[in-house]
């Protein structure tokens, strides 16, 4: 018999239960005992819901109190010293502690000296942030937290047959970070690592576990060739270990690792089908006989229905082969999807039928396995046709194809994403409509997004005011955001982004072929969750979505206003995209809506507009060999949304967070004229990538970090501003923050203001 199972299960809740309880511990209104109680009914009710789905074997150990990394450190005794308790035994709050900074205060931000957080980070190419664990040189490993056992416990307790989940030693080790002695290669702390998992494996086979996974990811990376070789000498250690192991990959394709992946001394393997279906046949002839393979047929990273038909096939040529030896799975842990569809009460019943959350995604796993169990059964026949049914209708649906939308992409030429004259002629002609002096000074884009506004928006949304009360209320903050810049000093203004609550949905809300869950979150770290929009069919901007607030706050001053827009690329990477056409074509729908706003916003008299792209670097695809196909469609749309104006109208970008040298060349294509970017928090080393390529456009260079309340003063900017004109010609150089302020307050926002205004002043009087 084939077997149905799950790679975890999101653990936030339904209602963001585990949101609520942690941010209520965290204020003090929610004490341990109630904390740990949410944490036990929801684990609960998770289990439940996937044993109902008709899934065989659930899984223990994706249920963790802020990030399931976090929980691995604590469980190997990898605490850093700044968090160490005295009586040496980790608690809730060392969790937390090294999680959100020892000293947390209310808004959930550490600060105070002593224990800042531990680093934050993406988790593969996902929108997942997990803690970088932070070694030592000299690092010890113990088992120190009993979590993992005591849930077994309780799976058992509540008649479940499980299967505990572990981050496997490999990837442990790839996600964390030596501290301090930077030689030091954090390989050889496998040996030290080992028996810790050998540990754990004993308790689990005393608690009467057979089936253990092991997460793997890293083996659909690109790996160095000693790690390739480590994998070989960890498992063949834990051989020695009980318990059968499952080892599990996904995100990508094994490729150069399948070999190695396949033959690893254990009981079983799990591969992505969906993100790399290429490797079916490979694994097939190359899996020894002995092994039992999981397939992940059903997508764990989007929202859409699985085709039961098409992957039923997939499954029965496996079974052909494999027979006893097959499994069925989501591609990956459900973590990365929404909880439950049938909580969804506002989408209408022809979008519903598309979509799957994690619920659903669980009953496609088991339906498919019953389906190669026992083919007859009329339930699973009942389920193959309804899914053909659907998906037949989906093929035809107006309400995705759009004649109109087709033929606009069908028409683009090489011309259309080429501005008129190279950047070196343009700039002339911008320089001298735009009348700026040097070292221009300006910001992001959002100013402080205060409670007024977001009461404004939700009295708004709930018909409490009227479209003309929500428009006045908005011009009153744009006036007030206008006034502030022109006492500033500011050079080139913004209106401030009072009218959006996010910086994608804003945009997503007003195109043709969005559509929006109510309660579809997504953990993204920690108690934070995001809700992104469903891309479902192609894509149109029926009017223009900005032109009017950028023409009013233009009427207010005699300054630049600068166009704020959200690029192509972002508004796809913080989306659920399609899977029935390509990223790259969905990119390209959105860069000619994009662009129409551009074009309008020239037509309005809009002489600076900038185009957001901060997940351009996040968009790049694990492997290295698909980097460059990724980069040319997304520097070409970005380049497609931007290229529509005249020469003498200025191309803005913006990116955060972004780690530039690898990909330096492709911002350089994307033409931009101006690229603000990141940086004060490296002490502009970032500008090293700017420097070695000779980027050649203007370029503003992050000199304060927004994401913390603390105002630099101007004497710290100063020296950023006067090392980055050491590498960046002072004619290119603008001087603006790091990225967006609608996180902060007004007072420090301009206090900090003032202070990066007089630093510009300052470094023009010196180069004058
Ligand atoms: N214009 C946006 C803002 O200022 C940019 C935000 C971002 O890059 N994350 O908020
Ligand atoms: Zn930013």
Redesign the pocket.
Known sequence: MALSHSLGFPRIGADRELKKALEAHWKGELDESGLQAVGRQLRAAHWQLQKDAGIDLLPVGDFAWYDQVLTHSLTFGVIPERFRPHSGKPSLETLFGMARGAVANNSGVGCCGGGHAQELTKWFDSNYHYLVPEFSADQQFQLSWQQLFEEVDEAHALGHSVKPVLIGPRTYLWLGKVKGDASFDKLELLERLLPVYGEILQRLAAQGVEWVQIDEPILALDLPQAWKNAFERAYNLLQRDPGKKLIATYFAGLEDNLGLAANLPVDGLHIDLVRAPEQFSSILDRLPAYKVLSLGVVNGRNVWRTDLQQTLAILQQAQERLGERLWVAPSCSLLHSPVDLNREDQLDSELKSWLAFAVQKCEEVALLTTALNDPQNAKVQAALAQSRAVQARRAQSPRIHKPAVQARLAAITAADSQRQSPFVQRIEQQRARLQLPALPTT????FPQTAAIRLARQAFKAGKLSADEYTAAMHGEIRHAVAVQENLGLDVL?HG?AE?ND?VEYFAEQLDGYAFSRFGWVQSYGSRCVKPALIYGDLSRPRPMTVEWSRYAQTLTSKVMKG?L?GPVTMLMWSFPREDISREQQARQLALAIRDEVVDLEAAGIKIV?I?E?AFREGLPLRQAQWQGYLDWATESFRLAACGVRDETQIHT???YSEFNDVIESIAAMDADVITIETSRSDMQLLQAFEAFDYPSDIGPGVYDIHSPRVPDSAEMLKLLRKAARRIPAERLWVNPD????TRAWPETEAALVNMVAAARQLRAELA
Do not use: F, N, P, Y
Request: glycine share 10%; proline share 0%; aromatic share 0%.
């Open positions: 910001t992001i884009g959002s913004v982004e959006r910086m704020m959200t900038q957001d901060a913006h990116m955060c990225c967006g302020l609608k």
